[in-house]
Each structure stands twice: as C-alpha cells, then as structure tokens.
C-alpha cells in the first residue's frame, strides 16, 4: 500500500477514534474540568490530525500490517503482479486531497463573503468615550494592539472580524454601559485567546 496513502488513512482513523473517545469522555467529566479545559483538549485532535507521526507499533500501525497480509499473502500467488490495486491508489488519494481542499475553499469563501456583508452595512463608532472604554477594557486583560470598533444594525449580536485587522461589531451602539462592557470585553477575551485562528 502506498505509505504516502497510509499515512492520510492513519491520521484520519486515529483522529477520528480521539475524536470519539473525547465525546465519550464529556458525559462523565463534563462538571469535573473548565470549560476552557474541553476548549483546548481539542488541541489534541487537531495535533493528531495533522501531523504524520506516531510511535511504533501503534494500533493503526498493527492494524495495517494485518489488512496488507490478508490481502496480499493471499493473493500474491494467484495475482502476483496486481497492478490495478497498486494504481488504484494514488486514484484514491487524489479524490481524498481534491474533497479536502474543496472543503477548505468552502470555508474560507463562506467566511469572506460574511465579513464583505458585515462590512458593506458597518459605520465606525465616532464616540470617543467608547473608544477610550474598548481601549481601556483592552489594557486591563492584556490585548496590546487596537481593536476597531463599529455598529451594524444588520448583525443580530456582537462579533469579532478580522484576523489581522480586528474590529468588532456590536448591533448598536447606544446600548447601557454595563452591556457594553460586558460585550466588549467578551469579544476582546476572544481575541486575546486567539479563538478565530483556533477556529
């Protein structure tokens, strides 16, 4: 079997077994741990995911041996020079690669194309005690760089665009002091935490 092949099977079954096993895991630990424990515990997944590597002799690892032997030691005598199996495979790896990347085009279009309608209907904020209060809400949770902020009435609540230029977008801008800092300080925590690029 084409290693290059196996590694994407392997990476996809195992991450797929973490991704079972953590939702398993939620039913009886769900109260135990934060809420930002079961936020970053997907890390884990996405490591799983993404990288090729894996200790020797692992589950996935013996699994394989197993299925190439049944296939092979039993067919290496009657067929042995199986060439449509051995072709079939980068087949096979490029229809998984082309679905892969289509699903990532997807997502980055849906995502461009909500923030060209957000900012198409999005006014600056011209208050500058409302500046001064986002300014002031960043620097007691430690956000260093300048978040814009802007009103939309077309959005139905308060968001965090832009992965370079942040700025957030609240419904309104005449909301009570009390929601607006609550609000604004929501938004900043995610972009502190850096949840869109986690996203």
């Not at 230029?165 to 850096?194: K, N, S």
Request: proline share 5%; hydrophobic share 50%.
């Amino acid at each position: 079997m084409n290693d290059l092949f196996k590694i994407f099977i392997s990476l996809s079954l195992s991450g797929s077994c973490l991704i079972l096993f953590l939702f398993f895991c939620r039913l009886f630990v769900r109260e135990k741990y934060s809420k930002r424990w079961h936020y970053y515990v997907w890390l884990i997944v996405i490591a799983r995911l993404l990288l090729p590597f894996a200790p020797e002799g692992n589950l996935i690892d013996q699994a394989f041996k197993r299925v190439e032997f049944a296939y092979y030691g039993r067919h290496e005598a009657i067929y042995p020079a199986d060439q449509n199996a051995a072709s079939s495979v980068p087949v096979v790896l490029l229809v998984w690669l082309g679905v892969a990347l289509i699903l990532l085009v997807r997502k980055i279009t849906i995502y461009h194309s909500f923030t060209r309608y957000v900012k198409a209907g999005m006014q600056a904020v011209p208050d500058p005690v409302l500046l001064d209060q986002v300014a002031v809400i960043g620097e007691q949770i430690g956000v260093k760089r300048a978040v814009e902020l802007s009103v939309n009435p077309l959005v139905s609540s308060p968001l965090l665009i832009g992965f370079f230029r942040p700025c957030i977008v609240i419904p309104d801008a005449g909301i009570c002091a009390d929601h607006f800092y609550y609000t604004i300080l929501h938004e900043l925590t995610h972009y502190r935490q850096r949840d869109m690029f986690y996203k």
